[in-house]
T-cell receptor, first 113, second 112 residues
Framework: DGGITQSPKYLFRKEGQNVTLSCEQN?????MYWYRQDPGQGLRLIYY???????QKGDIAEGYSVSREKKESFPLTVTSAQKNPTAFYLC????????????FGDGTRLSIL | SQQGEEDPQALSIQEGENATMNCSYK?????LQWYRQNSGRGLVHLIL?????REKHSGRLRVTLDTSKKSSSLLITASRAADTASYFC????????????FGKGTLLTVNP
């Protein structure tokens, strides 16, 4: 079955630590996205990538970094510079073309120890 | 920045009733999409309506789009307890730099 896999499902970060969230897709989609969701809120865009080896900052990129070395993979690093990292992180992908929906993984919940 | 704003923030109905959620947005769009999120899960795409379309149906879902008022509505007919979830509208724009902007969602509770 094609889909998006996010891991781990739960992640804990210590002060001053960088952590990396994994996102893998086997849908052969060019575009991939990372969102942050806080309780009772909508999704805010962190970073997105339209093609391999290229990515753009979203609305809340500070304290985060990404890479896109392979089409299937778009890992997100939450750095120690992100002072309020506790949130639900969602990865998505979509086919090229304006009127294509996004497909989402089941998220990673990040908490501070 | 949040472009879409859903109304109401929460809606509680009985099984069998219809549920209507509204979404307003501020700038020009390529399309408007509705997504559903069950608690603790990812979002599931429900329906996409293009900016040149006025109404679209999918099963028990009916979406309307009024670009002159910059608003959309999602109607779920004959609701079921399994429809209990958060519903988000998202506006797509940007051409070659295309991205979605999500609203804060409507929490729908369908009571059996």
């Amino acid at each position: 079955d094609g889909g998006i896999t996010q891991s781990p499902k739960y992640l804990f970060r210590k002060e001053g630590q960088n952590v990396t969230l994994s996102c893998e897709q086997n849908l052969n989609h060019d575009a991939m996205y990372w969102y942050r969701q806080d309780p009772g809120q909508g999704l805010r865009l962190i970073y997105y990538s339209q093609i391999v080896n290229d990515f753009q900052k979203g609305d809340i990129a500070e304290g985060y970094s990404v890479s896109r070395e392979k089409k299937e993979s778009f890992p997100l690093t939450v750095t120690s510079a992100q002072k309020n990292p506790t949130a639900f992180y969602l990865c998505a992908s979509r086919e090229t073309g304006t009127n294509q929906p996004q497909h989402f993984g089941d998220g990673t919940r990040l908490s501070i120890l | 920045s949040q472009q879409g704003e859903e109304d109401p923030q929460a809606l509680s109905i009985q099984e069998g009733e219809n549920a209507t959620m509204n979404c307003s947005y501020k700038t020009s769009i390529n399309n408007l999409q509705w997504y559903r999120q069950n608690s603790g899960r990812g979002l599931v795409h429900l329906i996409l309506i293009r900016s040149n379309e006025r109404e679209k149906h999918s099963g028990r879902l009916r979406v309307t789009l009024d670009t002159s008022k910059k608003s959309s509505s999602l109607l779920i007919t004959a609701s079921r307890a399994a429809d209990t979830a958060s519903y988000f509208c998202a506006t797509g724009s940007g051409g070659s730099n295309y991205k979605l902007t999500f609203g804060k969602g409507t929490l729908l509770t369908v009571n059996p």
